[in-house]
């Protein structure tokens, strides 16, 4: 594992220094994403994988610049809990120890979700043992970690409106199993055992300005609404916050009421999953760099205008890990460029938008 730097503000100017592009007129900004979100109350983290936690240069410039981590996959059913009577938890206690160690915290990802589930479960699962099945599930992982997550993803983007149902939930095999009260079990079973943790419904296409967007923005906020009316324990929304950018540029008005509605419910937010896809913009890597920046600006200071959001993690810190290279490949073959740090972990114009628009936002 790599050693903290000795003095985290050094090691951003080194690499700053190394930028091509980057001249020294932006030395005086550059404070690590970490401690100029400190000084606005702010946690500001990333996903990471357990493959990543291999590389030295990766996890010094992981201490330096997060206070929140989040595991991409290793808490996922199907990496946790491989056999019906088998959990593996030595990739989620490899993050776990990592934060620890360089005093950040860990949000837990994820006790329930349509996708990614082990092979055995679609076997075994019936809508008799269902509940069970996720029972167990939630107090073997969330027993496991318990006290040591900030907040738990206990479930994951149970809103499709393109399923058609009138209330907007996914069809998914939790709902064929179980009907909509698996979301209620799962909240009930995880206050049960971490009560410590804030327990998060996390869902994505809640920002941007479309009629799909809006729609699923409705349904989120019946969602929690009815969950609110059946006193079941939730204490925080997370907005994955996967973006695309093209054209069309939001004014974010629909966004911004939906943020107060969920502040009216007594809800913190955490933006969980911040990435913008490239793939509509045109090749040239600095035209594409700017219009990326640029919505990650134009988004952060509309979201962090609202107090209640605790926390930003993006979905990967260097381009080089993206998962939108293998979900939303572009079409000319090139790698996308969603993230605060290049392929070669130099800071790219995302960076310096994330650090504007947190050292602008109010503090919290
Ligand atoms: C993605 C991971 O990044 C990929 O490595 C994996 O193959 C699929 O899942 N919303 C979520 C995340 O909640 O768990 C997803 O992560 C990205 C979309």
Known sequence: MGA?????????????????GFAWAQEAQTTSLREA????????????????????????????QSSIVVPEN????????PAPERFDFTRGDALVSFAGTHDEKVRGHNLCWHEQLPAWFNQLATPQNAADL????????AGHYAGRIQSWDVVNEAVH?????????????????????????????????DPRALLTYNDYDLEQDSPEHEAKRQAVLSLLRGMRDRNVPIQALGIQSHLKAGPK??????????????????LQIFVTELDVDD???????????RQVADLYRDYLQNVLRHRSVKAVLTWGLTDRDTWLNHFKPRQDGMPQRPLPFDAD???????????????TAPAR
């Open 279 to 289: 793939s509509a913009l045109p090749g040239d890597i600095a035209e594409r760099d």
């Open 37 to 64: 979100g400190k000084e606005k109350g702010l946690l500001v983290g990333t996903a990471v994988s357990n493959a990543q936690l291999q590389r030295p240069n990766f996890t010094t410039l992981l201490a330096e």
């Open 345 to 359: 972990l130099k800071p790219t114009p995302v960076f310096y938008a994330m650090q504007d628009a947190i050292r």
């Open 4 to 20: 903290l730097p000795l003095n985290r503000r050094a090691f951003v100017k080194q690499s700053l220094a190394c930028t091509a």
């Open 74 to 81: 290793e808490m996922k059913w199907q990496l946790i809990h």
């Open 249 to 266: 540029v939001s004014e974010w008005a629909g966004f911004h009421r939906f943020l107060e509605a969920a502040e009216r419910l007594n």
């Open 134 to 141: 996720l029972r167990h599930h939630i107090r073997e992982v």
């Open 161 to 193: 409106v393109a399923d058609g149902r009138p209330d907007g939930l996914r069809k998914s095999p939790w709902l064929r199993l179980l009907g909509p009260q698996y979301i209620d079990i799962a909240f009930r079973t995880a206050s049960e055992t």
